[in-house]
């Protein structure tokens, strides 16, 4: 058995904001299979702290940044845990990462340092008698956890997993001194990013592996058009650096036994979803496909190429069904929206994510970077057809409709690129023409629902590597 600690800021169904939660809620069960034992280490927001059953208290401090902590060692959600309880730090009703101004926490890089010292604290034997052999660390938030391994001069290796390197946890270089980090390391090829600190370059420049969610998006970040200014340090490290796809969970995710939905598990099944849905959002009947979005509304996600190819679906008898919230503009230009044939709702609603991927025909993504993307996954395995933008795992995860895919009958969605809102329109024409014809429709949703976006293939990836990198450290 190996034991790996997995450092994450939130895990699906606890606490989520993105897709990091559904990879870091779903990490455990599958790896379970694979001889890995990993705990889940997480900051005690109130809905975790609520959800901890059999907790055990296995560690205190009378100062972490401020104020007292305390680790806890319990289960929730069928995923064993360990919670640090430090509520000057976490206990907050607004967002994990923004407060009320919509902005990040002012400190928030002290709220997840702390996070990454209990990480290293663990590594050294000092919280508990639960010794993790390895360090599995997601995204900026837990970014300081490899440098604190190195700093305090610990063996265990460590691996970063990058969900989205846009999100960087910047720091004043005046806080160095706060954070544990040695003015000696504040220097370009270590922790420092263009006059501030940050905390994903830590960990990048500090683990022992890089991953990222997808193959394409690994080779993505080695540039400058998608490395966001750390497209050098990846190439530095490019022989540490590799792409695993992420899965699905599929107790969560499977149109057969979904108890948000009409369960089904043939395409012909999703006709009363469809009636459903358009009940439930006041949509009449149409023509054209139904097509849904359930995204973040953000400029990665690329939805404001959406709002000016909509009339092209609209034109041909398609309707839009989104939900979605962010970018307070978006919001806007979508809520502005007054036309019988386009459904918006603007809130966090995981039911209605259920029910709008059930009853969708199809589901768009056109993201100008996407490191995996989940929803084109779940609505491969709903035979909801994936409109994506041919980038990152999207690349990766759907076979596009194209003269030589439809004549072998493989294809599964369609792609366009550039990510333009010309593109986009055109693709949307090209998916109201496949909608006509019945025969090649359903062929493609067969072949999608037949698409494995099961966790088995990565989680035996993940496995393998943990093996090398614990065999490498002894
Ligand atoms: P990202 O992590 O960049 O937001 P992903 O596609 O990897 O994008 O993951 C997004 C996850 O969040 C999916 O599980 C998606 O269903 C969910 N999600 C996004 N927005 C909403 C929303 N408004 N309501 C419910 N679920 C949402």
């Known amino acids: ?107 928030n890089p002290e709220r997840f340092a702390a996070l990454c010292q209990c990480a290293a604290q663990l590594a050294a034997g000092r919280l508990g008698d639960w010794r993790p052999d390895l360090v599995h660390c997601h995204d900026w938030q837990a970014g300081l956890a490899p440098y604190y391994l190195r700093r305090d001069g610990l063996r265990t290796p460590s691996v970063l997993t990058i969900h989205n390197i846009a999100f960087q946890g910047l720091a004043p ?41 997808s193959p394409t998006y690994a080779r993505d970040l080695m540039t400058p058009e998608f490395g966001m200014g750390l497209d050098g340090v990846l190439r530095d490290r490019r022989d540490r650096l590799s792409g695993i796809l992420n899965g699905i969970d599929l107790s969560v995710w499977s149109p057969g036994t979904d108890p948000h939905i009409r369960p089904y598990t043939t395409p012909r099944g999703k006709a009363v979803n469809r009636s459903a849905l358009r009940a439930e959002l006041g949509l009449p009947e149409a023509s054209g496909p139904l097509c849904v979005v359930v995204s973040r509304l953000t400029g990665q996600k690329g939805l404001d190429l959406l709002l000016d190819a909509l009339p092209v679906l609209l034109g041909r008898g398609g309707q839009l069904a989104l939900l979605g919230s962010g970018d307070p503009a978006l919001e806007a230009g979508f809520a502005a929206i007054e ?47 994936p409109l994506v933008a041919l980038t990152g795992g999207l690349a990766d995860t759907v076979i596009p409709a194209t003269p030589a895919t439809m004549a072998r009958q493989v294809a599964t969605g369609l792609q366009f690129h550039p990510v333009t809102a ?35 293939p990565s989680a035996a990836a993940y496995a393998a590597l943990y093996e090398t990198l614990v065999a490498a450290a002894r």
């Open 173 to 213: 270089m005046a806080r160095a001194d706060d954070l544990g980090i040695a003015a000696s390391d504040l220097t370009a090829d270590k922790l420092e990013y263009w006059g501030q600190i940050s905390a994903l370059k830590a960990g990048l420049v500090h683990a022992d592996h890089l991953t990222t969610v």
């Open 339 to 385: 036309h019988p044939d386009v459904a918006v709702r603007i809130g966090y609603d995981e039911a209605l994510s259920h029910r709008m991927i059930a009853g969708g025909d199809a589901v768009l993504v056109p993201s100008r970077f996407e490191p995996c993307g989940l929803t084109q996954l779940y609505g491969l395995r709903y035979g909801t057809v």
């Open 1 to 107: 058995m190996t034991r790996v600690l997995s450092v994450t800021s939130e895990c699906a169904p606890l606490v989520k904001t993105g897709g990091l939660a559904d990879v870091a809620g779903a990490l455990p069960g599958a790896l379970a299979g694979e001889g890995v034992e990993m705990r889940t280490l997480l900051p005690g927001y109130p809905a975790v702290l609520g959800a901890l059953k059999d907790g055990q208290a296995i560690g205190a401090s009378e100062d972490l940044f401020g104020g007292p902590a305390r680790l806890i060692a319990g289960r929730a959600e069928g995923l064993d845990l360990l919670v640090l309880d430090a509520p000057h730090l976490y206990d907050r009703a607004q967002g994990i990462y923004l407060g009320p101004d919509g902005k990040d926490w002012p400190d």
């Open 422 to 456: 010309d593109a986009l329109a055109n693709a949307l024409a090209h998916l109201c023409d496949l909608f006509e014809h019945p025969k090649l429709w359903s062929k493609m949703q067969r072949n999608a629902m037949a698409h494995p976006v099961d966790w088995a």
